[in-house]
């Protein structure tokens, strides 16, 4: 995995169950001390194993308890038609993920709204003034299962 020790693997996993650990936390769970778990993490983040840091935040508090899978297939498949999609979904601020995808479909969208009101005004209003697009299916969150932001390392 790209000349990552067994040390810098436990590290990673540490910072994505909790990013806010101290670098002496750390050290404790890997009986090490401050400075050589500072200088991983340094390198670890250099070299683009740490990407960033963020809050993971409960979007039922936060009035998003809709999430919706959106398949989106474009009329015209040309770089620039594709260019001009990905500019443009990525300034809705409804769509939380975008993915380029193989199959029947060009795009997987993640979307984030209040309700089902809000989530046709979505489609209606935003998704379906975007040039090119050519068909939109959705699928809908019953119940949230389970979900991670962590990567297996091992």
């Known amino acids: 995995m790209n000349n990552l020790d067994a040390t810098d693997l436990r590290i990673l996993e540490l910072l994505q169950e909790n990013a806010q650990l101290t670098t002496k936390e750390i050290g404790a769970k890997l009986q090490l001390s401050n400075t050589p778990v500072h200088e991983r993490i ?3 983040e250099r070299e ?3 990407r960033k840091y963020v809050a993971l935040l409960n979007p039922q508090k936060l009035n998003r308890s809709l999430t919706a899978y959106c ?8 770089r620039p038609y594709l260019d001009k999609f990905e500019q443009e979904v990525t300034c809705l ?10 199959g029947t479909f060009d795009y997987l969208l993640k979307v984030m709204v209040a309700n089902m009101d809000e989530y046709h005004e979505f489609i209606a209003y935003k998704l379906a003034s975007l040039d090119n697009i050519g068909h939109a299916q959705s699928a809908f969150v019953m119940k949230e299962i389970m979900e991670s932001t962590a990567l297996p390392l091992k």
């Open 42 to 44: 340094k390198r670890l």
């Open 48 to 50: 683009g194993f740490i």
């Open 71 to 78: 398949n989106v297939q474009l009329k015209e498949h040309s």
């Open 93 to 102: 601020k409804e769509v939380v993920a975008c993915y380029y995808i193989a």
